[in-house]
C-alpha cells in the first residue's frame, strides 16, 4: 500500500523527503521513534531526550507484544526489551502506558538501560537519511562524530543538540513543529498504516493486525452523549445511516472513522445513533458518497444551534476541553460565522485524509441494510 500520498504539501518544507522515511525498514525502530516524536511535539515538546523517546518507543510496543505476541522483526530489539520487562515485573498486558513510563523512567537495572543504548544506536541518525545526500562511507563514523556530520545540513526535522548516550538531546525545527502539530491525526494515520503494513509481513497468518497494536481504551464519552441528548431535546434530530428519528433515551455516539482506527474520541468524528445501527456498524468505515453529505448537514445544524443555544454551548464547552484536542480543527471548524459550504468543506478537510488512509489500510465500507441487521439479530 503507498500511504505517502496522504501526506499534506507545505510551502516551506520538502515532505518529499519525509515520505521516504521508511521506505527501507528492515526493522520497526524508525516507526516508534517518530511516533514518540509526533506525540512530544504535538504536546509542546521540542527539546526531547534520546532516554524520552525510547521509553516511549517500549511502552508503544508493550500490548501488542505481551497480549498478542506479535513477532516485530528477526532478533529484534524492542521486542526483546519488551519481553524482558515483561518477565521481569509481571506487568499486565494491559498495563496503563503511564506505569511501564515511570518504570523506565526510574530503573536502573544494566540489562533494560542495555537494551534501550541498543535502541538509540541508529535509528536517531539513519531516520533522516532521505533528506541528504550520502553515501555508504558518511555513515561510518562514531555517534558523536555523525551527530556532527548530519548538523550541517539544511531544513532537517530536528539537530543534535549533544550527544551523550540516553541524555542525548534532538531539537525540531520550528517549521517542522508547526506541520507536525498541523498534520498530527494524518501523520499518526500515515505511520500507522505503515505499522500495520509491516507487522502484517512479520506475522502473515495473524488476522486483525489492526486491532492488535493498541490496547482497547476506556471511552469517556459521558458528555458528548449529553450534548446530544440537549440538542434532541431542543429539536428532532434523524441520524445519519437509515434517517431514524433519535429519542434520548436510545443514543449511541458513533465514531464516523472507526475508533480502531483513529483511537481518538475528537468531537468531529462523534455522531449520535441508535444503538443497533452502531452495533450493526462495528469497526467499519460509513461509504463516502451514502453518508458524508448526511454527516455533514448533521454535524453543520449542530454548529448551528451551539451558537444560538447558551445551554447547548456551555455544554459543547464542557466537551471540548477532553474531545478537542487540535486547536487549528477547533478554529476552522467550530468558529462563529461559518456558512453550510464553508463548515462542510473544512469538515471533509479535516476527515477525508484520515477516512482515506484508514480505507488504504483495509477497514471496509459499509451500508446500513435494516433486514441484514435483524436476521444477524
Avoid at 505481551?66 to 532478533?75: A, D, F, M, S, V
Avoid at 473544512?346 to 446500513?368: D, H, K, M, T
Wanted: net charge negative.
Amino acid at each position: 500500500m503507498d500511504s505517502q500520498i496522504y501526506l499534506p504539501q507545505s510551502e516551506k518544507l520538502n515532505i518529499g523527503y519525509l515520505s521516504h522515511a521508511f521506505d527501507n525498514k528492515s526493522e520497526c525502530y524508525k516507526l516508534f521513534w517518530f511516533q514518540a516524536i509526533i506525540r512530544k511535539v504535538a504536546a509542546g515538546q521540542t527539546e526531547i531526550t534520546f532516554d524520552e523517546l525510547v521509553d516511549d518507543m517500549i511502552a508503544d510496543a508493550w500490548y501488542m507484544v505481551t497480549e498478542y505476541h506479535l513477532n516485530l522483526g528477526p532478533r529484534d530489539n524492542l521486542e526483546a526489551a519488551v519481553n524482558y520487562i515483561y518477565n521481569l515485573r509481571g506487568f499486565r498486558p494491559s498495563e496503563k502506558k503511564e506505569v511501564i513510563l515511570d518504570f523506565l523512567q526510574n530503573t536502573d537495572d544494566p540489562e533494560v538501560l542495555r537494551y534501550k543504548r541498543i535502541l538509540i544506536s541508529n535509528v536517531p541518525y539513519r531516520l533522516q537519511s532521505p533528506f541528504m545526500q550520502t553515501d555508504t562511507a558518511f555513515w561510518n563514523a562514531g555517534q558523536k562524530k555523525l551527530a556532527e556530520k548530519i548538523n550541517q545540513f539544511d531544513h532537517l526535522i530536528y539537530y543534535f543538540e549533544k550527544i551523550n548516550g540516553l541524555g542525548s538531546i534532538i531539537i525540531v525545527q520550528e517549521a517542522w513543529a508547526d506541520y507536525i502539530i498541523a498534520n498530527q491525526l494524518i501523520l499518526e494515520g500515515w505511520l500507522k498504516c505503515d505499522m500495520i503494513e509491516y507487522l502484517q509481513k512479520r506475522n502473515p497468518s495473524v488476522p486483525g493486525i489492526s486491532d492488535k497494536i493498541e490496547p482497547p481504551q476506556e471511552r469517556k464519552l459521558a458528555d458528548v452523549q449529553k450534548y446530544w441528548k440537549l440538542l434532541i431535546s431542543i429539536r428532532d434530530i434523524h441520524e445519519i445511516y437509515d434517517n431514524e428519528e433519535l429519542h434520548k433515551n436510545d443514543i449511541s455516539i458513533d465514531h464516523f472513522v472507526p475508533w480502531s482506527y483513529v483511537a481518538h474520541d475528537e468531537f468531529w468524528n462523534l455522531h449520535p445513533t441508535t444503538r443497533s445501527i452502531n452495533s450493526s456498524k462495528s469497526n467499519n468505515l460509513p461509504e463516502w458518497d451514502a453518508y458524508f453529505k448526511s454527516y455533514a448537514d448533521l454535524e453543520f445544524m449542530s454548529y448551528q444551534m451551539m451558537w444560538k443555544n447558551e445551554a447547548l454551548h456551555t455544554q459543547f464547552d464542557k466537551c471540548s476541553r477532553e474531545h478537542l484536542n487540535n486547536a487549528d480543527i477547533r478554529q476552522r471548524l467550530y468558529r462563529q460565522g461559518l456558512s453550510q459550504s464553508e463548515f462542510e468543506t473544512q469538515l471533509e478537510n479535516v476527515i477525508r485524509p484520515v477516512y482515506e488512509s484508514a480505507l488504504q489500510c483495509g477497514f471496509r465500507q459499509w451500508v446500513y441494510k435494516e433486514d441484514a441487521h435483524e436476521r444477524n439479530d
